[in-house]
């Protein structure tokens, strides 16, 4: 499975990374990492991954148009939310925009794999 | 214009303490907000996070160099550099206000953080309006937390 990493911060992109890595789980080839919504468009089109971890609160193109975006691109992606943004009408509003899951920053790194084998088994 | 209350301060309080716990398994000592006009309890890095559309203001997340490297070492990011310093207070600052929405809700918009090395500028005003600080202790270092923020509609 092909999962490219989409976040602002260089320490939960390296985090995301490193969680994956463990041999214990089935594995994840991480294709590419971006720091923002366009950096995210442009990797996407040369790797084209299968699975996407986005931030929402991003310079330049913010996670919920990525979203779109990606989506417009391939309507197969599976698109987990990795965001610290807690209300209700983020998360409905990412969700509207094509995405399969949330996950609430912070998170264990139990969190991050269970959320990412339900959008393996999808 | 108005400030936010008492238990609006305590959602901050709860997203910082959830922080901790959930990142290092362990609890932080959070202190009893209060408020300051000068002499915020900067330290090392400092994280900035502004708000917008139904409030004003920001709110800092400031730790010292030694806290952050020890955070993270919980991580397991052997990369300890100025730049992930600086990356880990912005991270910490986006969690707590990205956390605190779930309570004042989406017309709180929240920037991307600056990063800063040293007291923020902001924060050296002479004329500057009351604003509350939370000190965290974990371990045996101190960070602070200052939350600078009114709502206006």
């Known amino acids: 499975m092909k999962l490219m990493i989409v976040d602002d911060s260089n320490i939960i992109r390296s985090r995301i990374s490193r969680i994956l890595s463990d041999p214990k789980l089935p594995p994840i080839e991480i294709v590419g990492t971006a720091a923002n919504g366009t950096e995210a468009i442009q990797l996407f089109k040369s790797t084209r991954p299968e699975m996407i971890t986005l931030d929402l609160t991003m310079p330049e193109m913010d996670g919920v148009e990525c979203t779109t975006l990606l989506v417009d691109e391939d309507p197969e992606v599976r698109i987990l939310i990795v965001s610290a943004l807690s209300d209700k009408a983020t998360a409905i509003q990412a969700l509207k925009n094509g995405a399969s899951g949330f996950l609430y920053k912070p998170f264990t790194d139990e969190e991050l794999v269970n959320a990412l084998l339900e959008l393996i088994k999808e | ?153």
Request: zero cysteines.
């Open chain 2, 1 to 153: 214009m108005s400030d936010l209350s008492e238990k609006d301060i305590e959602i901050f309080i709860e997203a910082i303490g959830g922080y901790f716990k959930q990142i290092t398994h362990e609890a932080a000592s959070i202190g009893v907000a209060y408020l300051a006009q000068n002499a915020f309890p900067m330290n090392d890095f400092t994280g900035l996070i502004k708000v917008s559309a139904d409030y004003t203001g920001a709110l800092y997340f400031s730790a010292p160099s030694a806290m952050l490297r020890h955070l993270l070492t919980v991580m397991k990011e052997t990369d300890q550099s100025e730049e992930n310093l600086l990356d880990a207070v912005g991270e910490i600052a986006n969690t707590i206000s990205g956390n605190a929405r779930k309570y004042f809700g989406e017309n709180m918009v929240i920037s991307t953080p600056e990063k800063i090395i040293g007291i923020p500028a902001d924060l050296n005003r002479s004329e500057k309006n009351y604003a509350y600080v939370i000190i965290i202790k974990w371990k045996h270092y101190s960070a602070s937390l200052v939350v600078d923020i009114k709502r206006i509609r």
